[in-house]
């Protein structure tokens, strides 16, 4: 059994069908984890070894709880939950509808909280356990017409740091992973607004273009997700709680520096330049 196994005997895995929590799980099964994966429709996860789907839908909280219910009866416990399904939804703020972005902020992270609670709830009977909540770099750089993500990654981050201090002096880890761009299908599923497919009739519909070019860009040069499911591997044996940031070098490392010391208006201005949004 490996080191991350015998901490970690079973785990349920969200948005387990591609990218970054299909690496997750793949990463999880080779070091002997038993794994409980979600996606909307299960008929789209690989059947493996040692991997359960059950079908989630983040927008519907009975799904939640039937898919932990059924996991944890199962499993009998759950001893890692990572919170990882979501989406992105890209547009300018004033041209799309609200009721667009309040969906997706109670979907990923008003359902996401309702997650976590129940997964807390089982690890402290247990003290016992990991809650690793999937943020995004977006916390320190916001992307461009994507308000909606970049309050719920914000919001899930800050979320990680109040269970950090609950949970402080227990047998419980909570991880507040922010991965920066990945090598991943996120911008073919992502929904785009009327103003990206006919910019002439939007205000915003160049700058649009622009953006959403360079997002392409940078995800198709962007590492694999199994570099991320690594820096998540050895979070997870370090057995701490925290904040891990993942991507390349420049985003994992030298970005956050730039987000600490630089000021407003110049990370404001290269953000501007990186993403083509001036």
Do not use: C
């Not at 927008?59 to 759950?78: E, P, V």
């Not at 979907?107 to 809650?131: F, V």
């Amino acid at each position: 059994m490996s080191i991350l196994a015998d901490r970690y005997a079973t785990a349920l895995v969200t948005g387990a069908s591609t990218g970054l929590g299909r690496a997750f799980s793949d990463m999880l099964l080779a070091e002997g984890v038993r794994v409980w994966g979600t996606a909307r429709d299960p008929a789209r996860l690989p059947a493996r070894p040692g991997f359960t789907p059950l079908a989630l839908e983040l927008a519907d909280a009975a799904t939640i709880d039937r898919a932990f219910q059924a996991a944890t009866a199962a499993a009998g416990r759950l001893d890692l939950v990572i919170n990882n399904a979501g989406y992105g939804l890209f547009g300018a703020f004033a041209e799309q509808a609200f009721a667009d972005w309040q969906r997706q902020v109670d979907a990923m992270l008003g359902q996401t909280m309702h997650l976590a609670q129940l997964a807390l709830r089982g690890m402290r009977e247990r003290n016992r356990g990991a809650l690793v909540n999937v943020s995004s770099l977006a916390v320190d750089f916001p992307l461009p017409f994507m308000s909606g993500y970049n309050i719920t990654k914000a919001g899930l981050s800050a979320l990680s740091e109040s269970l950090m201090i609950e949970v402080s002096g227990t047998g419980i880890i909570v991880i507040d992973f922010r991965p920066g761009d990945y090598r991943t299908g996120f911008n073919q599923a992502m929904h785009r607004t009327s103003g990206t497919r006919a910019a002439a009739g939007s205000p915003s519909g160049p700058r649009l273009q622009r953006v959403w070019s360079s997002l392409e860009a940078h995800l198709r040069s962007a590492p694999p997700p199994e570099r991320a499911a690594g820096d998540l591997r050895r979070a997870l044996i370090r057995g701490r709680s925290g904040t891990v940031r993942s991507g390349t070098f420049f985003q994992a490392q030298l970005a956050p520096w730039l987000a600490r010391f630089a000021p407003p208006g110049l990370r404001r201005a290269v953000m501007a330049r990186y993403f083509g949004s001036y």
